[in-house]
C-alpha cells in the first residue's frame, strides 16, 4: 500500500502507517527530516520542483527521476507500506503514486487507477510532465494521460490531506 502526505503529515503518517519506505519528490530536500523508524537506505530523496516545462531557477521534472524513482519502487519489498511526499501532497506525490501503481501492477487499468486516486483525495492534482514521463517510461501508449484527463482536476480550494492507493 502506497501513502501520499505532505512534507508537513510526513512523521504522522508514516507512524500512523508503519511505513519502512519513503519517496521524497520536491524541490527542497533539504527541509525533510527522515523519520528514525526509516531505514537511510529505504529513504530516497528526488529534488524536482512542480513544474510542467523548463524555468530559471526551477528542476524540471526529468526522465531520470523518473527511472531513478521507478528502480526505487521496484525495489521495495512490500512488506510495510511506502510512503510519496512532496510539499503540499497535491502534484507531484500523486503523479509520482498513480506512476508507482501502474508500474507495480503492469495490468491493471490506468483509467482505475486514477479513479481510486480522484475518490481517495478531491485535492490530488497530479503533475503532468511526471505522468506524460512515465507514461513514456513505462510503455503505457498515453492510457496515463487520458486516465489524467479524465480524472479532472484536484480541487485546489481544499487543503492536500494524507491519502492512500491500493495496488491491488
Not at 26 to 39: H, I, L, T
Not at 78 to 84: H, N, Q, T
Not at 121 to 140: E, H, K
Not at 151 to 165: A, D, H, I, T
Request: glycine residues 6%.
Amino acid at each position: 500500500m502506497i501513502h501520499v502526505c505532505s512534507l508537513a503529515a510526513l512523521p504522522a503518517t508514516v507512524e500512523a502507517t508503519g511505513a519502512r519506505h519513503i519517496l521524497t519528490v520536491m524541490g527542497n530536500v533539504s527541509k525533510v527530516v527522515r523519520p528514525a523508524s526509516v531505514q537511510e537506505a529505504n529513504h530516497l530523496l528526488i529534488s524536482m520542483d512542480d513544474i510542467t516545462e523548463p524555468a530559471e531557477g526551477f528542476v524540471v521534472p526529468s526522465e531520470a527521476h523518473i527511472m531513478r524513482a521507478l528502480t526505487f519502487i521496484r525495489g521495495w519489498d512490500r512488506a510495510a507500506p511506502m510512503v510519496i511526499h512532496c510539499y503540499a501532497g497535491i502534484s507531484r506525490s500523486s503523479a509520482s503514486a498513480f506512476m508507482a501503481a501502474c508500474a507495480l501492477n503492469p495490468h491493471r487499468d490506468e483509467a482505475a487507477i486514477a479513479r481510486q486516486i480522484r475518490t481517495a483525495s478531491p485535492s490530488a492534482f497530479p503533475n503532468r510532465l511526471i505522468v506524460t514521463l512515465a507514461d513514456r517510461v513505462l510503455g503505457r501508449d498515453g492510457r496515463m494521460i487520458r486516465a489524467l484527463d479524465e480524472m479532472g482536476p484536484g480541487n485546489m480550494s481544499v487543503e492536500g490531506r494524507p491519502f492512500r492507493v491500493d495496488l491491488e
